[in-house]
């Protein structure tokens, strides 16, 4: 019976143990299991090379979202539709603008808001009009390595 009471109380601590790495894991990973406390809005970019669905997005340096989804919107002229997840405290005005920006010289791409100055702000769903692209470094090396520089 010692032996039997013994192993359960090893059971519950390896349990437990489980369950606290999941949870670290899930905070330091900056995932949400349910729901969370945030709004979308859109905006549509010609190349966004580089960037990945989860990159930050910010505002002077501080991460206020996140990227949720990448994709085609044919419906635009063949442009890279971005939805981004901001957080709800988070206003934003309707002339904000965000650009495609990289960490460093090889470092990971992020997405950067400008506030506006309008008295206008983005609903759940809105969409982000004024946009910068990415930087095509490589097109921009080989057009100098080329001789091709305007």
């Keep these: 019976m010692?032996?039997?009471r013994l192993e359960t109380i090893v059971g519950i601590f390896v349990l437990v143990g489980i369950?606290?790495?999941g949870y670290l894991s899930i905070k330091l990973g900056k995932m949400e299991l349910i729901g969370g406390d945030h709004y979308?809005?859109?905006a549509n970019f010609d190349s966004v090379s580089g960037l990945r669905t989860g990159a930050s997005v910010e505002i002077a340096?501080?991460?206020v979202g996140r990227v949720a989804q990448i994709a085609l919107d044919p419906q635009e002229g063949y442009t890279a539709k971005v939805t981004f997840r901001i957080d709800s405290g988070i206003e934003l005005q309707d002339?904000?603008?965000?650009?495609?920006?990289t960490r460093g010289i090889i470092g990971d791409k992020y997405i950067l808001l400008k506030p506006g100055g309008s008295d206008r702000?983005?609903?759940n769903g809105g969409r982000i009009r004024e946009v910068e692209s990415a930087i095509d470094f490589e097109g921009l090396?080989?057009?100098f390595i080329h001789g091709k520089v305007d």
């Design 61 to 63: 340096g501080v991460e």
């Design 40 to 42: 979308e809005v859109n």
């Design 121 to 123: 702000l983005l609903k």
């Design 141 to 143: 090396l080989s057009k």
């Design 2 to 4: 010692d032996k039997a």
């Design 19 to 21: 369950l606290c790495l």
């Design 95 to 101: 002339d904000v603008i965000a650009s495609v920006r």
